[in-house]
């Protein structure tokens, strides 16, 4: 498999190294502590979660955790996990939390092998992503588009996007051209959110403690 391909479920990547599998094996060589992507060809460092972030991650995977697995064995038909090595788009990202339909994918997604060193990447690009935004990755996020087209050319479907400062949730999916904003949720709302439409949605779970620390 080239490893410049924004969309495939291979499992096997080319025995000579090209530039661009060269550099995806220096990023996945980094412990996961040092919370790094693999953005535009080069390493970019992503700022030590702060207690705000987290908790609204958990405030997040909590209320959709109850649809993790297939429907015959109870779950709601996800695949549902959060930070994993994942390679869309050209670009070597981890996501705070990431959902594949198990009505696409029967069998939860497998990690490729790269290089001798067997490091192991995704490359079957998720259904649903969902990025908490931080100072150090706002405009990787939001801003500049890097991540934003990376999912976007890799086929994802819905994406949203967690602003803690704006206490709110937008709720994004995939356009012709661009992800295009088709919910927002604030500090207070309660209702389903499009991908999960049998989840009745608490934003009060998810942006408590950012409220909280910001006096509001």
């Not at 709601?76 to 959902?99: A, K, M, T």
């Not at 500049?144 to 999916?173: I, N, P």
Request: hydrophobic fraction near 35%; glycine fraction near 10%; aromatic fraction near 10%.
């Amino acid at each position: 498999m080239d490893p410049t391909a924004t969309e495939s479920s291979t499992d096997e990547l080319p025995a000579t190294p090209s530039a661009a599998q060269r550099r995806l094996e220096a990023w996945l060589s980094l412990p996961h502590g040092d919370r790094a992507e693999l953005i535009g060809g080069c390493i970019r460092y992503k700022a030590m979660p702060s207690f705000e972030h987290g908790d609204a991650v958990i405030g997040v995977s909590e209320q959709i955790g109850r649809l993790r697995g297939p429907p015959n064995a109870g779950g709601g038909g996800w695949w549902l996990s959060q930070e994993v090595d994942l390679y869309v788009g050209g670009q070597g990202l981890r996501p705070d939390l990431v959902g594949w339909r198990v009505a696409k994918h029967p069998a939860p997604p497998r990690k490729v092998n790269v290089g001798d060193r067997h490091f192991g990447v995704y490359v079957t690009p998720p259904d649903w992503v969902c990025e908490v935004l931080s100072e150090s990755t706002r405009a990787r996020d939001e801003d500049d588009g890097l991540k934003w087209r990376a999912y976007w050319e890799a086929g994802v479907e819905h994406y949203w996007l967690v602003d803690l400062v704006r206490s709110q949730l937008t709720v994004y999916r995939r356009g012709q051209r661009d992800f295009e904003p088709v919910d927002v949720a604030g500090r207070t709302t309660v209702k389903a959110l499009t991908p999960f439409d049998g989840v009745e949605f608490d934003a009060r779970r998810v942006f408590m403690l950012a409220d909280l620390a910001s006096g509001t």
